[in-house]
């Protein structure tokens, strides 16, 4: 008996991805959501039986799915697959009744061994060739291979952070931006900010480059004293060890997640105040007039306290041919 399933998740490689990684020889119906309102209308035509479902969405995101799915009593099962791998997130979504949560990247042997476990499948084989190819027809944008890349990188730097502080940490859907440097000032979440601290820290590696650039507003930094056990004495050099302190947690995770997965190893300069309460425009500067980036945002904030920061990691023109070869591989 054919067994429909859908695959949610905004990220057209996580579904591509996610489809390969099904157990060979399992035969299902598949259908493809780009969000959870998308999911759930699915549900409701009958072509979920089983939801393999993201959390991170535009739209509606999979906790509000979760949460409709309780609510009209939907026939599915749900298996949460998310780069978001705090313990919170974790509890939450088993609370809201999922069966289980995939970390990503996904893999074979970790879905075969969760759909075993709840008897869903009673043996498995490698996709053939053939069932592979039903999937040839998903292509995917570099665009978003690298917000994709980004998300499972921001999910282990949020929870480093969420760890250090004991707090949940809202993690948004990354935003991709290819345009030229000087247009990211009306670009960029913090373009309304006037009291922003920025620190910059490069880096570099098989023939990608770039800076990954943290924005606090003056607002979070007291909260973000507090969190961190930090002795608010309310002294400019205070208020700079807790950003760097941040920096060090956020752009070192995110940038080891990333190169993990490109199967590089990046170095890094020195990390450097680029300002202190100042609008967006100057701790940006400037380059080279023309000058074309890949940038992707992750405005990151914990919704109990008054903490906000985005981290942009900004990558130069020159390095989007090795970045798109080394994100094919992934493909």
Sequence with gaps: MTTPIVICDDSSFARKQMARSLPGGWDVDISFAENGQEAVAAIKAGKADILFLDLNMPVMD????????????LPTMVLVVSGDIQPEAHKRVTSLGALDFIKKPVTTEKITEI???FGIISSAQPQSEAELARFDDQSVALADLVQEIVNVSMGQAGSQLASLLNAFIHLPVPKVHLCEYESLNGTLA???????????QGFNGSGIAGEAILLVGDKSIPDMATLMNHQDDGSINKDLEVLMDLS???????????????????SYSHPVVLGRKQ????????????????????????PEHNVECDLIMVLTEDSLPALTERAGYLK
């Design 62 to 73: 999979g906790y509000e799915v979760l949460e409709a799915i309780r609510k009209e009593d």
């Design 115 to 117: 759909l075993t476990q």
């Design 190 to 200: 913090s373009r309304d900010i006037h009291d922003l601290t920025g620190v910059s």
């Design 248 to 266: 060090g947690i956020l752009i070192g995770a995110c940038l080891n997640g990333i190169a993990e997965q490109l199967d590089i190893e990046f």
């Design 279 to 302: 609008p967006l425009a100057p701790l940006l500067g400037s380059h080279s007039h023309g000058q074309k980036v890949l940038a992707v945002e992750i405005d990151y904030s914990i």
